[in-house]
């Protein structure tokens, strides 16, 4: 996933870009508005980490112009007081969250993972079918017939993942990054135990999966009938 960061401060973009990298996010830094609006023109960003208070062109003209020109972009705001978020509410830009300076990477990542989970693909499907089952993503349920099941929410982010893009390859690291973040369960066999799960609750036969189907060395993609 691809992330840009914006702060007039170099050494602070550096710190930040530096954690995130280490969190396997892809991080482009801009060092002023101006620079931030030419990169996200050409690039597709999955979240934009923007500074408010910066010269000539600060965050706020930034994320009018953004909106303005359709780009829906998630943007997460650092603010230095809180006035500048009453500011930013009031004129309902549309901004998804806001961390107050100081902060530590750990709140920050926190609030990284929250807002890309919440505004991932697929994160409005209200329900699913998937060959002779309905997966209720409100209720946590998967429905076959008069059978009824709970889902685990991983396992519903799972499936609404896969859902986003039916037939592309999500590898485990992919998997893991946008559903969990990669410090909080480090290895492939996370995912590799709740696709055991899922395939049982929704193949017709689990050792010989229809609709959650394994790429070898590359994931697991969905196959919708």
């Keep these: 996933m691809k992330i840009l960061v914006v702060d007039d401060e170099r050494g602070f973009t550096e710190v930040i870009s530096d954690h995130l990298r280490a969190e396997h996010f892809e991080v482009d830094c801009a060092s002023g508005g101006a620079e931030a609006l030419d990169l996200v023109k050409g690039t597709r960003y999955h979240l934009v980490v923007l500074d408010i208070m910066m010269p000539k062109v600060d ?13 829906n ?37 926190a609030r990284i993972r929250t807002v890309l989970r919440r505004t991932m693909p697929g994160s409005e499907i209200a329900t699913l ?25 991983y396992e519903a982010d799972i499936i609404r993942l896969l859902a986003s893009e039916p037939g592309k390859v999500f590898s ?27 395939r049982q609750k929704i193949e017709p036969d689990a050792s010989k999966p229809r609709y959650i189907v394994s790429v070898y060395s590359a994931g697991y993609k969905l196959c919708l009938e």
Excluded: C, H
Excluded at 63 to 71: A, E, F, I, S
Excluded at 129 to 144: A, C, E, M, P, S
Excluded at 173 to 192: Q, S, Y
């Design 73 to 109: 972009t998630p943007v997460i705001f650092l603010t230095a007081k809180a006035e500048e978020r009453d500011k930013i509410s009031g004129l309902g830009l549309g901004a998804d969250d806001y961390v107050t300076k100081p902060f530590s990477m750990a709140e920050l990542l």
């Design 59 to 71: 965050g706020i003209k930034v994320l009018q112009t953004m909106r303005k020109n359709g780009d």
């Design 129 to 153: 079918k998937i060959g002779k089952n309905v997966i209720d993503f409100q209720k946590l349920t998967v429905t076959r017939g008069s059978r009824t099941e709970e889902m685990r929410p």
């Design 172 to 198: 485990r690291d992919e998997i893991l990054n946008r559903i969990w973040g990669m410090e909080a369960f480090p290895t492939n066999r996370t995912v590799d135990n709740y696709i055991v799960k899922l």
